[in-house]
């Protein structure tokens, strides 16, 4: 760090010493200073197709990597990715956007400048209501504070923040020195502890606990830890649908993915059968649970979460969520044998294509249950899509990412990319619809221009298939594409068109052995084919009615 | 209009009302119920690829067609094209946002439902700073007066408003009956005639008047009105960039378009050295008054709008624009001859290619000059492709579109959809940089399935060629497309690549002779190539400096 930095400067250190070493975007005249700034450091601009697909790749960025940031120019950029930074909110990634916007000596005489809409403070002011901080870079006396206390909030509450840089105070040096702050949330102990004997004194008692590890478990790093602690005390796990992965599912006392009437039926019994349930940063979101299927009794909760700790029926208001899972983890419980067998995972069965036979959502998640390995990680985009890859069984700590609660339609591709600008060492398989497909597709040209080898699988079911089934009509229709014809356009890529069993694993032996660029296999579904995940889900509102 | 009408019905028929017959968007589970609603009157749903296209078409729609409506589902759909609202507001075009949400019985307990982010009134909120009216409709008792009310103020103001519907509230039926309601804004009339007076005495005694019809001449449809007016008193007009084509330009009277330092020379002096400055309905932002190189003299200024009617330095406040701009076209005015020759417009020039020259935006645009005829529609995205197609000659009162002043690049294909959506025997020619075509240009798809025989030229200069004269960096650099290739992703279309003069000659009469689908002409030109306008511009704040 040099003796004096800029605002802009500062900023970018304070960005590098969060983790972030790559920034999404797309530059304009209010943010060009900034940019050549970013260009002239060690962080590298990834740009994208338009500011949305940005904010979908550096929001995926965040939950691999703890931290992503996106940097485009005021109002036509920022309000074209609110929507993204919506999905980060609600799904708790630390994502921060920054973006310039005029100067304040410019500002002067209230002039209609262009991209202006309505005041000058428009921007920020929409922003307020999607991030946990929006600050305007305005006052050289307080902008080293403003960046300090923005980057800790997204630390803490893994959620965005807003940092606005009026472009003529990108270059400017604050006057006064100035100590990086770090903020700490600390528990009350005697609150921790009281919350601690009590969850220990529930756990010795029970006969069958079980953990179900959420989201947060993710985004506050916990995940060995929690393993640790199953494993010590033999209490089997579930993941959620937004924390799918979190937890190696090839693990022994791993039960599956529990959301309510959507959960497989053995794991539902389980969980719900359950004296003794952990839910550690699970979001109970109606995602999460099976659309409100489910059914579980708060009498035998110990609830914890980045908002909130309870015990059944009561509250503790002063216990941070990392120190009551890392108290926990340390408790010492009587030693316990498993009750009865788990419901084991079942096995992958042997997959050999049927001849001629039509391609099926369910077959074709069997047959991809089988080429998953470590590296892998499934990008899933909403519909059918995320419902039917809950039953995939993936591997380690970041290998499924989708918008499971938010379900932003057109997420996977963008935030494929950011797959392999996090680390090119991974390799996205993306599970998107055609719906989902048609609005930000077009991003695979990023992942092209960057030569990556990602492989995506676009369901071609001529439509919004899962709203078929909530109400049919012409709307549900979308124009045909040839996806596979897309590589054509972008110069690089396999493009490849799968009608039928023995199509289908021809095409994924050759995209998994094409490793030099993108591969795009356009799978023909009938229109009303849908997954067993999503049929588990319709029966199960039905009797839930 | 039936008896009873439910909500979502009075909605529709309010819509028709306003002449408005088609709704652009698309369907999500919060707006289902409302979908199969319209889909069952007369109304026609266009699906686009994303609701951000959604919105620019919606937008563009609203100008040709007076009122415009783009419907979509809560947040995921509503956040995604906040943008597109945000441009309608400041270049004031009457789009009205309908958009569903979830059932006000549902929110009880105040669940985590799906898509949601924050309060349940999150996308409310953000739409408020965006519009001129933002309703949720829960309350039957209201709702019909809050339909009425949106309508009349988007139609009074000429900019959005925003009306939600709670998926539960679509087919309740108010329990008391109503009366449509309509909203008028009068003049003050003393203060009319004081404002008449005086300016017919300032124009009675210019020797050198000059009318500038701004985009409120447009919006308020008072076109004509202002050509009676000019012609009756032989005073010559210009137009701006934001309301190129509100005059004939073939028209004796007409100059070209005032744009400060960036228009023809002759016009500039013409308009800056006039004595009496009648200024009608003109946004004084820094796009029309060519980035503040313009030098108009207040001191002679007649300036009326829909927010401000003031005469040299003094204010009239309760004078409505339509009023005073009508009293003014009615008074009777000594008869006067032109003082001098004006500023003639440019004849064509006879244009022959050069037989593998390479193209140039300078030829490009003398070229398409000569091919415009009075069904086509220019519609311009930002950039070079907007500052050179001031130069062009446009016929009619809707003859030119482009996002002039907030300037959203990715606003021109999605635009030329809702030309064709709105009068199919319009014929758009789309002059699109490349980047702003990776924007958004992945919506040819819904002009490909309507069969739309739209022009579209790609202006191929390998990226943001005019940041490139503000800074350069590698973040200006984007991925080349085979843009002529994309015909095959959509299943029709013609194709062409040009790179020299006779190429782009024959080409461009290939694309006006194919009339079956739309054709892509992917132009490449120099990427430091610019226009004879960018050009003037530069020059002309280098020289303000």
Not at 13 to 32: H, K, M, T
Not at 145 to 167: G, N
Not at 427 to 439: E, K, N, S, Y
Not at 528 to 544: H, W
Request: aromatic share 8%; charged share 20%; proline share 6%.
């Amino acid at each position: 760090m040099q003796a004096n930095p800029s605002i802009g400067q500062y900023l970018i250190e304070r960005l590098q010493a969060q983790g972030i070493r790559d920034v999404f975007g797309i530059p304009g005249d209010f943010v060009l200073g900034f940019y050549q700034m970013l260009e002239q450091s060690p962080m590298r601009v990834i740009g994208t197709c338009n500011e949305l697909n940005a904010g979908y790749a550096a929001d995926a960025y965040a939950r691999l990597n703890g931290m992503g940031a996106v940097c485009v120019t005021y109002n036509v950029g920022g309000l074209s990715l609110v929507n993204a930074v919506a999905g980060a909110y609600a799904e708790k990634s630390a994502l921060v956007v920054i973006t310039g916007s005029p100067g304040m000596a410019e500002r002067r005489g209230n002039p209609l400048l262009h991209h202006r809409v309505g005041a000058f403070s428009t921007q920020r002011d929409i922003f307020e209501k999607v991030t946990v901080a929006a600050v305007v870079l305005d006052d050289p006396e307080t902008a080293f504070r403003e960046i300090d206390r923005c980057l800790e909030l997204a630390r803490l509450h893994q959620r965005p923040v807003y940092i606005e840089i009026p472009r003529d105070m990108v270059d400017v040096v604050p006057p006064h020195p100035y100590r990086s702050l770090t903020l700490t949330r600390e528990s009350e102990p005697e609150a921790l502890r009281e919350a601690l004997a009590e969850a220990r004194e529930l756990l010795a008692k029970a006969r069958r606990p079980v953990i179900l590890a959420g989201l947060e478990v993710h985004r506050c790093r916990l995940g060995d830890t929690v393993m640790a602690f199953a494993e010590r005390h033999r209490i089997p796990l579930c993941s959620t649908i937004l924390s799918k992965s979190v937890i190696d599912e090839r693990h022994p006392l791993y039960l599956g993915v529990y959301e309510g009437a959507m959960s497989r039926e053995a794991v539902q019994r389980y969980v719900e059968d359950s004296d003794c349930l952990i839910l550690l940063g699970v979001f109970m979101t109606d995602m999460e649970l099976g659309i409100y299927t489910a059914a579980l009794n708060p009498e035998n909760w110990i609830f914890a979460s980045l908002e909130d700790l309870r015990i059944r029926h009561h509250h503790f208001h002063q216990v941070q969520f990392v120190d009551f899972v890392q108290g926990l983890a340390a408790a010492e419980l009587p030693v316990r044998s498993l009750p009865e067998p788990l419901p084991s995972h079942p096995p992958r069965a042997a997959w050999a294509p049927i001849a001629a036979a039509p391609v099926t959502n369910r077959r074709l998640f069997e047959k991809l249950d089988g080429i998953l390995d470590e590296r892998m990680v499934v990008v899933c985009d909403v519909g059918d899509a995320l419902f039917a890859s809950v039953d995939l069984g993936t591997q380690g700590a970041t290998q499924f990412i989708g918008p499971a609660y938010y379900t932003s339609m057109g997420f996977a591709v963008p935030a494929a990319l950011a797959v392999q600008v996090h680390d090119q060492n991974l390799r996205p398989l993306v599970i998107v619809g055609d719906g989902a497909f048609q609005m930000t597709g077009h991003e695979l040209s990023s992942i092209a221009r960057l030569g990556f080898n990602t492989i995506v699988l676009v369901l071609n079911n001529k439509g919004y298939t899962t709203e078929r089934y909530l109400a049919e009509g012409r709307f549900n229709d979308i124009h045909p594409w040839q996806y596979h014809r897309l590589p054509e356009v972008f110069g690089s890529g396999l493009g490849l068109e799968v009608h039928t069993e023995d199509e289908l694993e021809e095409a994924l032996a050759r995209a998994v052995a094409h490793t030099g660029a993108f591969t795009l296999v356009n799978i023909h579904l009938d229109r009303m084919d849908i997954s067993p995940a999503l049929e588990r889900l319709t029966r199960g509102i039905r009797e839930s009615l």
